[in-house]
Nanobody, 126 residues
Framework: QVQLVESGGGSVQAGGSLRLSCAVS??????????MGWFRQAPGKAREGIAA????????FYADSVKGRFSISHDNAKNMMYLQMNTLKPEDTAMYYC?????????????????WGQGTQVTVSS
């Protein structure tokens, strides 16, 4: 059973930084290539994909709203994915979710993921 667990959320002032982590387990072959992503959902708004990474090769993808401020990475040895968030803005306030699925070449910020974490809250105050 695939499980994803986010951590690292919290409250921060505008301009600050946070690093979210996502622990991934349960894939039959943990070394298989995957599309892994971060999504967020603010109250009253639709969920949006903000960053994705294709583990075979490391290609990354970002939404315009976070490009240049956020950085996605993964550590295959630790089965972890990260989202480094810098220069945070109040509009970044949302519940953040990680997602991951096996993939053989397809990946992007709107990848149709099957496996999701429970989310971690990020609140940015002005």
């Amino acid at each position: 059973q695939v499980q994803l667990v986010e951590s690292g959320g919290g409250s921060v002032q505008a301009g600050g930084s946070l690093r979210l982590s996502c622990a991934v387990s349960g894939f039959r072959d943990m070394t298989v290539s995957k599309c892994m992503g971060w999504f967020r959902q603010a109250p009253g708004k639709a969920r949006e994909g903000i960053a994705a990474i294709y583990t075979a090769g490391g290609s990354t993808f970002y939404a315009d709203s976070v490009k240049g401020r956020f950085s996605i990475s993964h550590d295959n040895a630790k089965n972890m994915m990260y989202l480094q968030m810098n220069t945070l803005k109040p509009e970044d306030t949302a519940m953040y979710y990680c997602a991951a699925d096996r993939s053989w070449g397809l990946c992007g910020i709107n990848h149709p993921h099957e496996h999701w974490g429970q989310g971690t809250q990020v609140t940015v105050s002005s």
